[in-house]
């Protein structure tokens, strides 16, 4: 990377009480620092010193971790530190500084888990307990690695306007949220979950920045005009300043992977970042990634979600790609979920049949060029040569549910059966699983879109478009009101039931599915190349064939409301019976299939109606 201007951006302790400011503010030809005394009045101005291209620095001696300051624009005013790591006083108050070189990490030796290990348990901190906090989470941890989860994946933690808020409006990308815990907070977090073997990840906005409190406009041209955005301002990545843009945002995830020692990032909604240069943004930000985990020896990963279904975010930069690890596919949780509520509005016209759930099971996308309904254009590009490890894969997440208009779970759509055959099509899959706060134990409060917004008419713009978002999906009602604290309230997990009645069952299902995911050959091979599947329309069968160099893997998933037989595919040793999701075991009516199935003519496997089963045998 050559950027202009020295040293990190924002406030950095050098040590001993000496720090170095740096700020990029091409529209000023002067900027100064003022430092805030008690009760926030000005206690002292030093001028910065420019230094070409738009940046200006200044070093100072004797300053306390915690002092508040702001940087003055000539002509423009006073502002928070556009790379403050630290809001104390919320998004309108000043910066404070914090040094993030200070911590004592207690997580030496490690060095991160491999792609093909994740097993990642997404969630919102304000939401996953009571007390809505970093420290809060700690406790649950253990249940959650118990449960066979290795990765942790926080929703955006960056300030934000408020204290309620699903993340996606941070105003400061390199500041923790206050009421989590700020940085300290989530310095823990980590040190937690390491210690217990757990990755964490981090969900990063690099499309767009909140409307309240957003002042970078008046530093530099962080924005553009050359392409519409749906939620605020495009970030400038290919005009004219964009390398200095481009820096504010590759530091950022810099500081993540190194001053916090998050293990991946989760980049947000690329398909709303828009660069048509040469060499785009997320291939820069990808090398240096690359770079600093060598430097580090640790193991850092970047995953893409994306809507554009282009293997180019995943493909290897040596073969024209950009090198990122993996990416969400919302293909296999589209298909899924069209097939078991029977929902065909919106996105979901594109979907509904099995064949449409083989495709995503086998190859990650559906769409892999021809024609999409719902844009009314071709879609997708062919994943051919990817791995699956490559693909992250959901029957919920924040989106699928939050971008409901009441915010319904899958569990409010469907009955227990269905939902113990989604956990079965997902976490038996080839591909990278992700698990929705609550998922695993059939959690039943909504996940409500939320936030805190301290101008009223921006709230009311938020407002309207929710309900204009829900258009095309034609839902009955009016969505809750995301201003409303009731509807952050209603939104919180409640923990307790997974001890309870088939909520515990369901768990019980996960970790065993989990735990035979890990254990078993055929289904520990993360390979599309080894992986067969077969739709039956007209019985409601999905029929898939998974195998490794030792063992083979037969997975019956019925979609139908009636019992029916399968005749037993493929000639070789008896196949037995490992698990039956209709088993009393995990609370279904009990299973039809045979524990053993010998393959003959005559042989056939009986299915429960909305129920799998799996089978397995040792290859000759």
Not at 315 to 334: I, M, V
Not at 370 to 399: E, I, M, W
Not at 522 to 544: H, Y
Not at 584 to 604: C, F, I, K, M, Y
Request: contains cysteine.
């Amino acid at each position: 990377m050559t950027f202009g201007g020295g040293g990190t951006l924002g406030a950095v302790h050098l040590g001993g009480g000496r720090w170095r400011f740096t700020v990029w503010a091409p529209f000023s030809q002067t900027v100064a620092l003022v430092f805030l005394g008690e009760g926030g009045a000005e206690d002292r101005v030093v001028a910065t010193e420019p230094e070409g291209r738009g940046y200006h620095s200044v070093a100072l001696d004797g300053l306390p971790p915690g002092l508040r300051y702001r940087f003055r624009l000539e002509g423009s005013g006073e502002f928070p530190d556009p790379a403050s790591r630290w809001q104390p006083e919320g998004l309108h108050g000043p910066s404070a500084l914090v040094d993030l070189s200070a911590w004592s990490w207690s997580d030496h030796g490690w060095t991160g888990l491999p792609l093909e290990a994740l097993v990642i348990y997404e969630l919102h901190i304000g939401a996953f307990t009571p007390e809505g906090t970093f420290d809060a989470v700690a406790p649950r941890l253990d249940e959650l690695r118990d449960l066979g989860v290795t990765a942790i994946e926080l929703m955006p933690v960056a300030q934000f306007p408020g204290t309620r808020n699903w993340g996606y409006d941070g105003v400061f990308p390199y500041a923790v949220q206050g009421s989590y815990g700020g940085p300290d907070g989530l310095r823990r977090l980590v040190e937690e979950c390491h210690a217990r073997g757990l990755a964490l990840i981090l969900d990063v906005v690099y499309n767009h920045l909140g409307p309240e409190g957003n002042n970078l406009a008046r530093f530099g041209p962080y924005f553009t005009d050359r392409y519409p955005a749906p939620w605020g301002a495009a970030i400038n990545f290919d005009g004219p300043g964009s390398d200095e843009v481009r820096r504010y945002f590759i530091e950022n995830a810099l500081q993540w992977l190194e001053d916090f020692h998050v293990d991946a990032l989760r980049i947000d909604a690329i398909h709303g970042i828009v660069d048509t240069s040469a060499r785009p943004f997320l291939l820069e930000l990808a090398e240096a990634v690359d770079d600093r985990a060598e430097r580090l020896d640790r193991r850092l990963l970047l995953i893409a979600e994306s809507d554009l279904g282009d293997v180019r975010v995943i493909r290897p930069r040596e073969l024209g790609g950009f090198g990122l690890a993996a990416q969400w596919t919302d293909d296999l949780h589209h298909s899924l979920h069209a097939v078991l509520t029977g929902e065909r509005t919106g996105y979901y016209a594109d979907f509904g049949s099995l064949a449409h759930l083989a495709k995503a099971w086998t190859q990650g996308f559906v769409y892999t060029g021809q024609y999409s309904p719902s844009r009314d254009r071709r879609h997708g590009s062919p994943t051919a040569g990817l791995p699956a490890k490559r693909f992250v894969v959901y029957a919920q997440n924040h989106d699928q549910v939050g971008n409901r208009m009441l915010g319904e779970r899958l569990s409010a759509l469907v009955g227990f059966e269905q939902l113990k055959l989604a956990a079965g099509v997902v976490v038996l899959s080839p591909f990278i699983p992700l698990l929705f706060m609550g998922e695993e134990y059939g959690e039943e409060a909504p996940f409500q879109y939320f936030v805190s917004h301290s101008d009223p008419g921006l709230a009311e713009a938020v407002r309207r478009g929710r309900k204009e978002e829900f258009a095309a999906f034609a839902w009955a009602g009016d969505p809750p009101d995301p201003q409303d604290e009731q509807t952050f309230l209603r939104s919180k997990l409640r923990p307790e039931l997974r001890h309870e009645g088939h909520h515990r069952l369901l768990w019980d299902l996960y970790r065993e599915l989990l735990l035979l995911r890990r254990e078993r050959p055929s289904l520990a091979n993360l390979s599309k190349a080894d992986v067969a599947a077969w739709p039956d329309e007209r019985a409601g069968i999905l029929l898939v064939l998974r195998w490794s160099e030792k063992e083979e893997a037969l997975l019956l998933f019925h979609f139908d409301h009636e019992p029916t037989d399968v005749d037993v595919p493929f000639a070789g040793a008896p196949w037995r019976r490992v698990l039956d999701s209709a088993d009393q075991r995990w609370g279904g009516p009990g299973t039809l299939s045979p524990e053993e199935v010998e393959v003959d003519p005559d042989a056939v496997i009986r299915l429960q109606p909305d129920s799998f089963v799996l089978y397995a045998r040792i290859r000759p």
